[in-house]
Structure formats: structure tokens, C-alpha cells
């Protein structure tokens, strides 16, 4: 079994900083991409950054230049800096990582609880 454990989200002012981690643990034998996600109220989810295990990023075209995703593979965890924080923001943000468990052929997708960001004044 795996499980993905968020933590850092919080209240922040605009032009804030907060860095969000993700931390996966459990029988994993290797872990591909990882990534965030995030879902505000009444709109669909959707991608903020991802990491692959060579370290090849990918952004949001709305978070370029202001977020960046890095992860530590000894410790099976990615985070997100999130500097400027905009109102438009806040969401729940979601970690997201693609793993093959001990003794499995494939690679599975697996989701975070989430953890709220709000910016606001």
C-alpha cells in the first residue's frame, strides 16, 4: 500500500511565499513522475507543475516564473515553491505521483488528501 502525505499549505498575503510538501511512503520500488495539482471552488482540477525522476519539469503557463517543483528520490518526496502568491491561487493543492510497488509490473497513479493554499489579504 501506498499513501501520499501533503503538508506546508496555510494563509498567505499576496506576494507570499509558502512551499508545499509531499512526501509518498509505503512499499514502492520506484517512483516515475511526481507532480501537483491543484482544484479551485467550483472549477476542475487542474495541473500546476511536474517532475520527472531525471528532473525535467513542466509548468502551468499561469505559475511560470513564480513556482518551481523539485523532489528528493532518498526521500520519495517533491515539493512546490510557490512565490508572489496571487488570490487566484488559492485551491487546493494535490500531489500526484505515478508508482510501481514492490513485486508489480506497472506503474500506478496515486493522489495526496490535498492541502488548502488560500491567498488573501
Known amino acids: 500500500q501506498v499513501q501520499l502525505v501533503e503538508s506546508g499549505g496555510g494563509l498567505v498575503q499576496p506576494g507570499g511565499s509558502l512551499r508545499v510538501s509531499c512526501a509518498a511512503s509505503g512499499s514502492i520500488f520506484s517512483i516515475n513522475h511526481m507532480g501537483w495539482y491543484r482544484q479551485a471552488p467550483g472549477k476542475q482540477r487542474e495541473l500546476v507543475a511536474t517532475?520527472?525522476?531525471?528532473?525535467?519539469?513542466n509548468y502551468a503557463d499561469s505559475v511560470k516564473g513564480r513556482f518551481s517543483i523539485s523532489r528528493e528520490n532518498a526521500k520519495n518526496t517533491v515539493y512546490l515553491q510557490m512565490n508572489r502568491l496571487k488570490p487566484e491561487d488559492t485551491a487546493v493543492y494535490y500531489c500526484n505521483a505515478a508508482i510501481k510497488t514492490t513485486g508489480s509490473s506497472s506503474s500506478w497513479n496515486y493522489w495526496g488528501q490535498g492541502t488548502q493554499v488560500t491567498v488573501s489579504s
Open positions: 517532475i520527472t525522476s531525471g528532473g525535467s519539469t
